[in-house]
């Protein structure tokens, strides 16, 4: 039988989707006066690679990245993704915008070994967590870069994200080597 024992902490990550950089700016207050203060923030990308969401959110869509400095235990999960499809609800409700979801927030986590997002679908590579909310491995990483599965989408196979989530890696690491200090 295997020792059960408890898993280190991991950087709670939020990707923020919106054509509107007020929409951005808003997740920014509301995730940091919720989950704290950020250890770092991704530039602002182009999000080009489908136009899944163009139905729904618009064209010319907008894709940052958004780490906070408070380390969690990535069994909480579930509970800040349900609290990210409110803030979206909430944001559609109060903003002034045509669109039907003018902001996508995705939270998940980095470790040391692999970026994992949550979300409320289900396919076959995803694990359920619990209320109606999976988590899927997006990237792993191995031999000194991210490696990317058959479902990960476009934009994170992308050279600049992934240089991003090295530099949050990195940091992880480093923040983990003065915990066991």
Not at 20 to 28: D, S
Not at 67 to 92: C, H, R
Not at 105 to 119: F, H, M, N
Not at 151 to 173: S, V
Request: some cysteine; charged content about 25%.
């Amino acid at each position: 039988m295997g020792e059960i024992v408890k898993h280190q902490p991991v950087f709670l990550i939020a990707a923020i989707t919106s054509r509107y950089e007020g929409a951005l700016q808003w997740t920014i207050e509301r995730t940091t006066d919720q989950w704290g203060k950020l250890a770092l923030q991704s530039p602002v990308y182009d999000f080009t690679e489908t136009d899944f969401y163009t139905r729904t959110m618009g064209t010319d869509l907008k894709k940052q990245f958004l780490v906070f400095d408070q380390m969690i235990d990535p069994g909480e999960l579930a509970p800040t993704k349900i609290q990210s499809n409110n803030w979206e609800l909430e944001y559609a409700r109060q903003a002034v915008h045509s669109q039907e979801r003018p902001l996508n927030i995705d939270p998940g986590y980095i470790s040391e070994a692999k970026l994992v997002l949550a979300t409320t679908k289900d396919r076959d590579h995803r694990i359920y967590l619990q209320d109606g909310i999976f988590a899927e491995v997006t990237l792993h990483f191995r031999g000194k870069q991210w490696t990317s599965s058959r479902w990960t989408y476009p934009d994170y196979q992308r050279a600049d994200f992934q240089a991003f989530f090295t530099g949050c890696r990195n940091l992880l690491r480093e923040r983990l080597r003065k915990s066991r200090q």
